[in-house]
């Protein structure tokens, strides 16, 4: 058996890579799986559940993620493996998290929020991006079906071994009933993924707009938009309550900074002779 490849690991990206295959292995949301290829840890391969409460419900779907060797400056590629109706499968998708639009992505961003942020992708209209597929929901929920039964073929041996073995995983493993559903606790990568999915939206409307689609077909995505890419509701509320904290905190600080000041004027004038009193008068 040939040797485990060995990494530069002072290199920036393998270290943030490393970093985020630790990580990710923790995750337990069982919204998905994602694994880098033991040989080459800029290719990852994820298996994602179906968004309940949509046509994709009961789905799992495999893909695979490619990192630049910039990574996280520069944002990876996504390419779905499992036909779904909704993205085109061996290509790669166009949004606004993904390496056709570089101007968006944030450093901040991991593998883990960027999977987030595509399962609350797949229920919104394709809207004739690359790679983007607009399927009637019959047909989308037989292909739901079809995904459960058997992994798709992709790759050398080691790449479909690794396949099977999420796919089995994925199935055993009945995961949360929803994202954000009732009961679901927020946490750092559904706020983070919150946020990136309602940057990518605005973006993409934007775009939408300026590249001449009727502004009446962007209204009506508004909804579909507030409805799937802000999956938890819980995430959102904590982030503005810490956003409201830190204003106070901040107030606070600034009080007490001038409260000190004021005290420390009145000292030093009190030394050198002067009456503040009579000074302000």
């Not at 630790?22 to 033991?38: C, H, R, S, V, Y």
Request: aromatic share 8%; with cysteine; hydrophobic share 45%.
């Amino acid at each position: 058996m040939a040797d485990a490849p060995k990494f530069n690991l002072r290199n920036p990206a393998v270290k943030r890579i490393m970093q985020e295959i630790k990580e990710i292995k923790q995750d337990t949301t069982g919204d998905f799986l994602a694994e880098a290829l033991e040989t080459d840890i800029f290719e990852w391969h994820f298996v994602i559940r179906g968004p309940p409460d949509t046509e994709f419900e009961g789905g799992i779907y495999h893909g695979r993620i490619l990192l630049p060797a910039e990574y996280p400056f520069k944002p990876p590629s996504f390419m779905m493996l499992t036909p779904n109706g909704r993205f085109e499968t061996n290509m790669k998708i166009c949004l606004s998290i993904s390496s056709h639009h570089p101007e968006h992505w944030q450093p901040s961003w991991s593998v883990r929020t960027a999977l987030t942020a595509l399962i609350a992708f797949m229920p919104s209209p394709g809207a004739g991006a690359l790679g983007a597929l607009d399927f009637p929901k019959d047909e989308r929920r037989a292909l739901a079906a079809r995904s459960r039964v058997e992994p798709p073929r992709f790759g050398s041996a080691d790449r479909q071994r690794l396949i099977e073995e999420m796919h089995n995983r994925m199935d055993r493993n009945p995961g949360r009933a929803a994202l954000g559903s009732s009961g679901s606790a927020p946490t750092a990568a559904a706020a983070a993924a919150t946020a990136m999915a309602a940057a990518a939206a605005a973006a993409s409307a934007s775009e939408r707009q300026d590249s001449g689609v009727a502004r009446s077909s962007t209204a009506a995505m508004a909804p579909v938009a507030a409805a799937t890419v802000v999956p938890n509701a819980a995430a959102a509320a904590a982030a503005a309550a810490a956003t409201s904290t830190d204003h106070m905190l901040t107030a606070l600080m600034w009080a007490l900074y001038f409260g000190i000041g004021a005290i420390l004027l009145r000292k030093v004038m009190g030394v050198i002779g002067f009456d503040l009193n009579e000074l302000m008068q």
